[in-house]
T-cell receptor, first 109, second 111 residues
């Protein structure tokens, strides 16, 4: 079968760093993407990892370990506007895309 | 600005009354997707088109159909909406598969 696991909720303080983990089990794994979705809005693309290692884009970084079937999204210098849901999404070689159930990030002032 | 546009943003239909949702894009992306997203859940892929090649997810109900008459437009037809089909319907595009551009969505209410 296939599955993605990510925490349902995470709480952090403004200005801090938070890590959202994603573990997956799937055949034909190709890569892992991350999306942000604010309430009532559409998902927006944050990052993609096709190879092992860290990808950095401003305050956001994403990591992938294919051998561990694990990835994470790291958000630094948290701002109140980062309060949203974050989805990891597995991309398979057959072009199938599977989204995780999402992690709701709460940021405290 | 290049973008993905969905119309209407809000759609109310009656139980069993066919409804069509539309999506257009100015990005000239060759791949288009339709997702269903229910409250506090992950987007669920219904279909995708790779150019004109149609790909139906195995668990997409037969009640859902899609058309892509050209590169820019894609339609989602729900032949006989049920109460369980009330959801946000998201259209997305991409050049490959890992970076998708989502439209604002159409929120469907079934009465």
């Amino acid at each position: 079968g296939q599955s993605l696991e990510q925490p349902s909720e995470v709480t952090a303080v403004e200005g801090a760093i938070v890590q959202i983990n994603c573990t997956y089990q799937t055949s034909g794994f190709y890569g892992l993407s991350w999306y942000q979705q604010h309430d009532g809005g559409a998902p927006t693309f944050l990052s993609y990892n096709g190879l092992d290692g860290l990808e950095e884009t401003g305050r956001f970084s994403s990591f992938l370990s294919r051998s561990d079937s694990y990835g994470y999204l790291l958000l630094q210098e948290l701002q109140m506007k980062d309060s949203a849901s974050y989805f990891c999404a597995v991309i398979r070689r057959d072009d199938k895309i599977i989204f995780g159930k999402g992690t709701r990030l709460h940021i405290l002032p | 600005d290049a973008m993905v546009i969905q119309n209407p943003r809000y759609q109310v239909t009656q139980f069993g009354k066919p409804v069509t949702l539309s999506c257009s894009q100015t990005l000239n992306h060759n791949v288009m997707y339709w997702y269903q997203q229910k409250s506090s859940q992950a987007p669920k892929l219904l279909f995708h088109y790779y150019d004109k090649d149609f790909n139906n997810e195995a668990d997409t109900p037969d009640n859902f159909q899609s058309r892509r008459p050209n590169t820019s437009f894609c339609f989602l037809d729900i032949r006989s909406p049920g109460l369980g089909d009330a959801a946000m319907y998201l259209c997305a595009t991409s050049r490959g598969t890992y970076e998708q551009y989502f439209g604002p969505g159409t929120r469907l209410t079934v009465t």
